[in-house]
């Protein structure tokens, strides 16, 4: 490989931490690298156009698996946009069910901070709410 990057150049190319490089490589997201004289791994720009994806994706939200599967359809050019599709609707399926309850989960503490006074006094609705498991809390600040 005459234009082969060592993992510092690599990880520098993609935006992906020497240490996710190497990971992804351990879990085979990523081929195992080639390796120098030094046994040293060595990237092409083969290697950096996927990291450069997997860290999209990863940017993206989506899950490792679901990469690896973006990956594996990405390189096949026989492929059918609708399984591309697919995997990109799942997924946002997921993230707005996510958005969903963390816009419930902001309600809940807007509501038991609304009720606290935040003053001196020891009682406090926020930690009687979280103690209760009472999502917007019952208790109140008097």
Not at 32 to 56: C, E, K, M, P, T
Not at 86 to 94: D, F, I, M, Q, Y
Not at 126 to 131: E, K, P, R, S, T
């Amino acid at each position: 490989m005459n234009d082969s990057l060592n993992i510092g150049s690599a990880a520098k190319a993609s935006g992906v931490s020497a240490k996710m490089i190497r990971h992804y490589e351990s879990i085979g997201l990523l081929p195992a690298a080639q390796r120098s004289n030094g046994n040293y791994r060595l990237y092409g720009q083969q290697d950096v156009h996927n990291l450069r994806f997997i860290h999209r994706a990863r940017s993206l939200g989506f899950p490792l698996e679901t990469i690896r599967e973006l990956l594996a359809l990405w390189r096949n050019r026989q492929r059918s946009s609708s399984q591309v599709k697919k995997l990109a609707l799942t997924h946002v399926a997921g993230l707005e069910a996510k958005i969903t309850e963390m816009q419930e989960m902001a309600a809940s503490l807007k509501h038991l901070a609304h009720n606290c006074h935040g003053d001196d006094r020891p009682d406090c609705p926020i930690l009687d709410g979280l103690a209760s498991g009472s999502g917007a809390g019952k208790a109140n600040c008097h």
